[in-house]
């Protein structure tokens, strides 16, 4: 799959949200207590990239469909990732050796690329 330039933007603040969410435990922790921590910021993030590349192949395909057939499309792949991310925030829940609080901050890190992205590109 070909990504556009802003989807690798994204990807790559995605990435770096991530190892500043992992320095940060690290530092907070100082231990191997900051494991669960660290699984939930990798899963959190694992699910905001393919979050990334889900939107990107949604927008691809409902550009060539017909207005109201690719308006559906898109409503049906928001639902289908919404889900996604409440099956990511479930298996955090569930599983002890993953962090809950680290899978929210993972999954955050869409969103706050998302805005670093509008902020700089401003600039």
């Not at 994204?10 to 190892?19: D, K, W």
């Not at 500043?20 to 899963?43: H, K, Q, T």
């Not at 928001?78 to 609080?101: D, N, Q, Y």
């Amino acid at each position: 799959m070909k990504l556009s330039d802003i989807a690798k933007k994204m990807i790559f603040t995605i990435g770096i949200l991530t190892l500043v969410f992992i320095a940060a435990s690290v530092i907070y922790y100082r231990s191997p207590d900051c494991l669960p921590f660290v699984f939930g910021v990798l899963l959190g993030s694992a699910a905001s990239i393919v979050k990334v590349m889900l939107l990107e192949r949604a927008v691809d395909k409902a550009l060539g469909m017909e207005k109201t057939s690719a308006g559906n499309y898109v409503r049906l792949q928001h639902i289908l990732r919404l889900a996604f991310t409440g099956a990511v925030l479930v298996l955090a829940a569930l599983v002890p050796a993953i962090s809950l609080w680290g899978a929210v901050a993972g999954v955050f890190s869409f969103q706050i690329a998302l805005y670093c992205l509008k902020v700089f590109k401003k600039i």
